[in-house]
């Protein structure tokens, strides 16, 4: 079982830039989060998904934009990155809540 | 709006030692979460804690939910190099979809 898998591992963009980062599991959970986690710092949630065709936000939203289109993926979108956008992002999924997360191996972002 | 915090931020013992960090939140919470986080790598779910006054044990670790379901706590007993990283408390909002994580308590392990 791959879990969740998130592409890519690392990326610099310039400032102003867009990208998605890309997020997929195979375990059939509904529920899915987007996380960022500054240096030294916990986690906060950007966005999340209780199921296909539903996304709602999250502590921190400003910048991102999210779809869930299948059960499978989540991805999340940048348009103009920002310095402040520098971050390690996390995808994490949970059959249900309050149940277990887990977690993706991250994707560590650089805006320069 | 809702706040986890966790202390202490840093602890630095020796090997064979014991730890233990502490979660509060500033609302009842209708269950914990504990995850682990070692360096450079993503949180792994260690144990979630439901029923007020909660103990769970796992080998050398012992998770505690507080009385009033606003506090819990991590103990490791004799601390090994292995359980360096960082652990993370994660309480949901009222309507479960969503968690808040603690900042985190990072542990230095000194063989």
């Known amino acids: 079982n791959a879990g969740v898998t998130q592409t890519p591992k690392f990326r610099i963009l310039k400032i102003g830039q867009s990208m998605t980062l890309q997020c997929t599991q195979d375990?059939?959970?509904?529920?899915m989060y987007w996380y960022r986690q500054d240096p030294g710092m916990g986690l906060k949630l950007i966005y999340y998904?209780?199921?296909?065709?539903?996304?709602d936000k999250g502590e921190v939203p400003n910048g991102y934009n999210v779809s869930r289109s299948t059960t499978e993926d989540f991805p999340l979108r940048l348009e103009l990155a920002a310095p402040s956008q520098t971050s390690v992002y996390f995808c994490a999924s949970s059959y249900l809540p309050p149940g277990p997360q887990h977690f993706g191996d991250g994707t560590r972002l650089s805006i320069l | 709006g809702q706040q986890v915090m966790q202390i202490p931020q840093y602890q630095h013992v020796q090997e064979g030692e014991d730890f233990t960090t502490y979660c509060n939140s500033s609302?009842?919470?209708?269950?914990i979460q504990w995850y682990k986080q070692r360096p450079g790598g993503h949180p792994v779910f260690l144990i979630q804690?439901?029923?007020?006054?909660e103990v769970k044990k796992q080998k050398r670790l012992t998770f505690q939910f507080g009385e009033a379901k606003k506090n819990s706590s991590l103990h490791i007993t004799a601390t090994q190099t292995t359980d360096v990283g960082t652990y993370f408390c994660a309480g949901p909002t009222n309507t479960g979809n969503q968690f808040y994580f603690g900042t985190g308590t990072s542990l230095t392990v000194i063989p």
């Open positions: 375990m059939n959970h509904n529920y």
């Open positions: 998904s209780v199921g296909a065709g539903i996304t």
């Open positions: 804690l439901v029923k007020s006054g």
């Open positions: 609302t009842t919470l209708s269950n």
